[in-house]
Each structure stands twice: as structure tokens, then as C-alpha cells.
Nanobody, 121 residues
Framework: QVQLVESGGGSVQAGGSLRLSCAAS????????MGWFRQAPGKEREGVAS??????ISYTESVKGRFTISRYNAKSLLLQMNNLEPEDTAMYYC????????????????WGQGTQVTVSS
């Protein structure tokens, strides 16, 4: 069983930055997939970035060059978001454990409660 708790969301103006944190507990292995997803009102949940715990990371195209995912041991996942755009406004979720790191939301087994990110123009 893995428990995930996100923090760090908030409201910023376009061009600003936020850093999201995800604290994981209940799992001691290092090598499992963790990722960030987001869901805007009226839209499907989409993958933002993922990490396998061994240095392999991936980003969705729209955030490349602006967002950076970092993994610290098996318990901390960060998402540094720079140059935020109004289109980044969404609830952001941390997820863990999936057959492969680039996966559909329903393939991830554990989820945090989410943290809201709002970007105004």
C-alpha cells in the first residue's frame, strides 16, 4: 500500500512558477513508476511527467522545456513548473505504481488527493 500526499499548488500569473511536491509512504522499493497527472474542468485526466526511479523520465509535449520532474529516493517526487500558462490550470495529481511509467491514468494503482494550480493571464 502506498500513500501519496501532494502539496505546493496555488495561484500565479502567467509566466510565474510553482513547485509541486509529492510525499510517498508505505513503499520501500526505489524502482517503481511515479508520475504527475492533471485534470482541467471538463477534460480528461492527462499525464504530465513520469519517473521510473532510475533516471528515466518523460514529459508530455506541452510542458517540455518548462516543467522538470525530480525524484528523491523512493519517497519524494517534485514537479518544478516554470513559465506557467493559463492552459496549465488544472488539478494536479501524484500517482504511483504502474506496469510502465508512460501509462494511462487507470494503469496507475495509487493516487494522491490532488493540488490545484491556477494560472491567470
Amino acid at each position: 500500500q502506498v500513500q501519496l500526499v501532494e502539496s505546493g499548488g496555488g495561484s500565479v500569473q502567467a509566466g510565474g512558477s510553482l513547485r509541486l511536491s509529492c510525499a510517498a509512504s508505505g513503499y520501500t522499493s526505489r524502482g517503481y513508476c511515479m508520475g504527475w497527472f492533471r485534470q482541467a474542468p471538463g477534460k480528461e485526466r492527462e499525464g504530465v511527467a513520469s519517473s521510473d526511479g532510475y533516471g528515466r523520465i518523460s514529459y508530455t509535449e506541452s510542458v517540455k522545456g518548462r516543467f522538470t520532474i525530480s525524484r528523491y529516493n523512493a519517497k519524494s517526487l517534485l514537479l518544478q513548473m516554470n513559465n506557467l500558462e493559463p492552459e496549465d490550470t488544472a488539478m494536479y495529481y501524484c500517482a504511483a505504481v504502474a506496469p510502465q511509467c508512460i501509462a494511462r491514468p487507470d494503469e496507475y494503482k495509487y493516487w494522491g488527493q490532488g493540488t490545484q494550480v491556477t494560472v491567470s493571464s
